[in-house]
DNA sequence: GTCGTTCCTCAGCGAGGGCTCAGACGGCTC
DNA sequence: GAGCCGTCTGAGCCCTCGCTGAGGAACGAC
């Protein structure tokens, strides 16, 4: 909601890439982009991204393996598969293995858009949504968090770092996808807000005595598990 | 001068939606419309119309789906499902999954209209209604609160936000969605009305030093709660 | 006109919460 | 066991957000 919706464009065309990033940036997402499937599934491990852009007919990993792949990988991403003129079976194959839409190159950068719209909007947290994880619980609308029945005040900062725990559980988060997600930095210089936050989200759900379920993997970032 | 109904209007027909929308504006009603059960969705949360015109059949998320993450969502929204001609099963379907009413595709736009009024006047002031909270007692025909029995008088903006405030207990509601529902502003300057209407409600809602219900939620609204 | 009511504006203030910093801690490596 | 790097912690600064009290504008009743 506060933070930025994040896009990755998979294509091996320069062209193509350039102009939906520019027209997409436009509209106030983050583009990040990638020109074949290999970096594509990278960039998606690193960012994180609410859309995948992707083009089928790509050298080395196409997109359906690409689908695939992130499809098994358990995060809900929405896909919006890019297919070449007339080829049906690329679509209906698309559909299958897990895209959520395609559009048939080539299109208007206006037709994308739309798509993109319907696409996000179908992703984005339906009504009285409550996230659980083991004995805790985080309901979106009222903005509060509970463990084993207590009731749990979070500041907003708090609030959006344990929103972004709760939807990526067991996955190891780095420092740089927390930042991004939850400050929307590049941040240049050192900062330590990030363990500052983690430490007051600690406080407060174990403030009981509970087990730990942010923990730090050295090196690498946090980790929601028990 | 009570806040304007909203309608939301769910059909993936253009059509449709164009001639619901233009007719049901002309007779004063703010209406939102939506092309697919997804947007519906987050239409719904976004503006918490309330009544939803809601074609069953539609691709992806259909009408009955729909109805059902609605009602789990615990809003009392006013459902009005349209169906094709014939389809009884869809109709009792429909019923079934918690819809008011329904009509039959195709449907002039007097018999609508008709529709929805009954709808709206037997959910918006079914009369004698009284919505509580904790301790609080709002009775909406004679547009005054009570609380732990002492009668509280209300001026109509005061009446109109705790109204808001009643129908969505335990949902934070943002600074934009309560201006837009209680002041009809898509404000451009600042103003803190908002804040001297809070407080308002706050000092005769505590006036005998009772506890706190509409809580301030920094940085995002307001909330009604214990 | 005067009075009362209700709506809204404004400016000052207080504190909640975002963030920084320095130093302590602790796990790894050698 | 020493040293180092990465993380944790407690304290504190400061800005913004929301609260407050006062008062002016609009309106209607008389």
Redesign the interface.
């Known amino acids: 909601m506060s933070e930025p919706t994040r896009i990755l464009v998979v294509d091996d065309d320069a062209k193509i890439r350039t102009v939906v990033r520019r027209g997409l940036a436009y509209e106030g997402y983050r583009v990040v982009e990638a020109g074949s499937g290999e970096e594509g599934l990278e960039k998606a491990r690193e960012h994180l991204p609410d859309l995948v852009i992707l083009d089928v007919m790509m050298p080395g990993i196409d997109g359906l393996e690409v689908t695939r792949r992130l499809r098994s990988s358990g995060d809900e991403i929405a896909i919006l598969m890019l297919t070449a003129r007339d080829e049906v079976k690329d679509r209906v194959a698309g559909l299958e293995t897990g895209a959520d839409d395609y559009l048939v190159k080539p299109f208007s950068f206006e037709e994308l858009l739309a798509r993109v719209h319907?696409l996000l909007?179908?992703r984005?947290t339906?009504?009285?949504e409550i996230l659980r994880f083991a004995d805790l619980e985080l309901?979106v609308?009222?903005?509060e968090a509970s463990r084993a029945g207590r009731t749990i005040e979070l500041?907003?900062t708090e609030f959006n770092l344990l929103l972004l725990f709760l939807r990526h559980p067991r996955k190891v988060l780095t420092r740089d996808l927390i930042m991004e997600h939850v400050w929307a930095y590049d941040f240049e210089g050192e900062s330590n807000v990030l363990e500052v936050y983690v430490r007051y989200l600690r406080s407060k759900l174990e403030a009981n005595g509970e087990a730990r379920l942010i923990h730090t993997v050295r090196g690498a970032g946090y980790v929601l598990k028990e």
Do not use: V
Request: aromatic content about 0%; glycine content about 8%.
């Open positions: 319907a909007r179908r984005t339906p009504s009285g309901d609308d009222a903005r500041t907003t």
